[in-house]
């Protein structure tokens, strides 16, 4: 079945010359297995298999040796009331010129929004700088009123002050914090600079900026709402508090929001054996709950085998706030992206939010729409058992992560929303045995405090069997950490352990591409590179 679209997936037609081969003719014994090499999109060839080397130790600057936010581009030179000011005027000429194309008979097109704003922040901009800056400043040369138009451009579009620190493509996280600011980027050090906001009341301007264009405007950063989240024009997550000493604001940029297996094959979170095993078991349509710990790559590896699913299904994603997009033109099935969504703040007479919708509300809501699959973005509350016994009923290969600080407390996290929504002890972990098939535990290793990048990358792999002999779930680990016969863990990342998988879903995987034969050939050390650690490499020396 063709199901690739072109868009790097690891399918039987793209994994490499052995798997083609052992699909092509399963009774035919090649001298060794090889896993398959996964490929990038069509043409690109296989991807490299050596990661990027890591930045060489140096010491990690802290806010008293920071830089200032004059280092970053495009500082600007006009006090941060005139830009507001700039900003309203403009945004009054577009509502000006939206109502006279209606009046015509003709609403203004999004694809020309852009450019009537350029146009009035032009007229404006120099309206201002010739008639009211002059009048007690230095005239300011073209390069800052560059600056000037770009600001103003930036609050009605994009997103304002941070935007510069938001277009540098490597930016993972953002954190301000009063008078600080906190970058983290791929493979680049922890970063402290000055906040780009010179005041308290600057920074909640923005924020409120934002949050009313993002469609929040009811709720607004005050007194009354210490804290509010929105997503800015690009999909990032925003989160802001003045719950805090000072103000905060959290920005998550979705930095491989169209990644697929093969680019986290070049980012050094899976290998061939593992990419290859969990493309398979996707495709078989096996249930997969994925755990970790925060900010370890939990939703990036589900939007990743998001676009396994093969075409010819239709997906319902479920989600608080929207990270997975799937629903666009690089996921080969047809995806239904649900919201839960927020009460308006009043409640009716058995106490609940008005206009409140549930996640577990969604899960019974999307199986109307003939979905085959669901994918709940994180499993947290009451969700847990509609998930899960949608997963049982229906027996839809469904994905969803779950939060866990260990590997070993995976089963755990998960009962703990089935205790909250009633289910006991017992039941949840029937629930839990009969519904999910395999779990998948996602790790890091954070070096940036040593000059280094986080390492994210899967290290365990687990398929259900039921319930155990304790009366738990009982757990068979395919993939896990390798350890020497003293407990010294020699590979941190997942290889295979030689734990046969079940005959039933063995066969399952090798109907879709998997050979057998991996787990065993590439068993205690996988097909993955070798780790560049910083520390590691400070021990050795």
């Known amino acids: 079945m063709a199901d690739a679209k072109g868009n790097g997936q690891v399918n039987g037609t793209m994994l490499g010359g052995l798997l083609a081969q052992h699909a092509a003719n399963r009774s035919a014994q090649p001298p060794t297995a090889q896993p398959p090499a996964v490929h990038g999109p069509a043409g690109t060839g296989p991807v490299p298999t ?3 080397a890591p930045a060489a130790a140096a010491e990690v600057p802290g806010p008293a040796s920071t830089a200032g936010v004059a280092e970053l581009p495009g500082v600007v030179p006009a006090p941060w009331e005139e830009i507001i000011k700039l900003r309203q005027r403009v945004a009054d000429d577009v509502d000006a010129v939206k109502k006279e194309r209606r009046r015509g008979g003709q609403e203004l097109a999004e694809r020309d929004l852009a450019e009537v704003t350029r146009s009035c922040v032009r007229t404006r901009v120099a309206e201002w700088a010739t008639h009211e800056w002059v009048l007690s400043h230095p005239p300011l040369p073209e390069g800052e009123l560059d600056r000037v138009r770009t600001q103003v451009f930036n609050l009605i579009h ?7 620190v938001l277009d540098r493509p490597e930016v993972e996280d953002v ?10 980027s791929h493979g680049r050090p922890q970063e402290w600079v000055r906040s780009p906001f010179s005041s308290r009341q600057q920074a909640i301007e923005w924020v409120n900026q934002m949050a009313s264009s993002s469609g929040h405007g009811e709720r607004l950063l005050s007194y009354t709402t210490g804290a509010v989240d929105f997503e800015l024009p690009d999909g990032s997550r925003v989160a802001a508090t003045v719950l805090t000493q000072r103000v905060t604001i959290a920005i998550r940029r979705h930095t491989l929001e169209r990644a697929t297996l093969a680019d986290l094959h070049q980012r050094g979170m899976v290998d061939n054996v593992l990419a290859s095993f969990l493309s398979s078991a996707v495709k078989a349509g096996l249930t997969i709950l994925i755990a970790g710990n925060m900010a370890t790559g939990k939703t990036t590896l589900m939007r990743a085998l998001g676009r396994e699913i093969p075409a010819h299904e239709r997906v319902a994603t479920l989600e608080s706030d929207r990270e997975l997009n799937l629903d666009g033109p690089d996921t080969p099935a047809h995806v239904l992206a649900f919201q839960a969504r927020e009460g308006n703040g009043e409640r009716d007479a058995s106490g609940r939010p008005i206009g409140e919708i549930t996640l577990s509300e969604l899960v019974k809501i999307s199986l109307r729409y003939k979905a085959t699959r669901v994918m709940v973005g994180e499993v947290r509350g009451d969700e847990a058992v509609a998930m899960l016994e949608a997963m049982v009923g229906a027996g839809i290969g469904g994905m969803c992560t779950v939060h866990s600080k260990v590997p070993e407390t995976v089963i755990e996290r998960l009962i703990v929303p089935l205790a909250r929504a009633g289910l006991s002890g017992d039941a949840a972990i029937r629930l839990i045995a009969a519904a999910v098939d395999l779990i998948v535990y996602v790790d890091k290793v954070d070096e940036t405090h040593l000059g280094g990048r986080v390492h994210r990358h899967v290290t365990h792999v687990w398929e259900t069997a039921g ?11 395919i993939f896990g950490p390798h350890e020497n016969e003293d407990g010294q863990v020699l590979e941190e990342r997942a290889v295979p352990t030689g734990t046969p998988v079940s005959e039933r879903h063995m066969q399952q995987l090798e109907r879709h591409g998997f050979d057998r034969r991996w787990l065993a050939q590439y068993k205690d050390r996988g097909d993955w590179p070798a780790l560049q650690l910083v520390g590691r490499r400070g021990a050795a020396a």
Do not use: Y
Request: proline share 6%.
């Open 158 to 164: 994009l997103a304002g002050e941070m935007q510069q």
């Open 50 to 52: 050596a990661p990027p």
């Open 467 to 477: 319930r155990g002999d304790g009366g738990g779930v009982a757990l068979s680990k």
């Open 175 to 184: 954190l301000i914090d009063g008078e600080w600011m906190c970058i983290d």
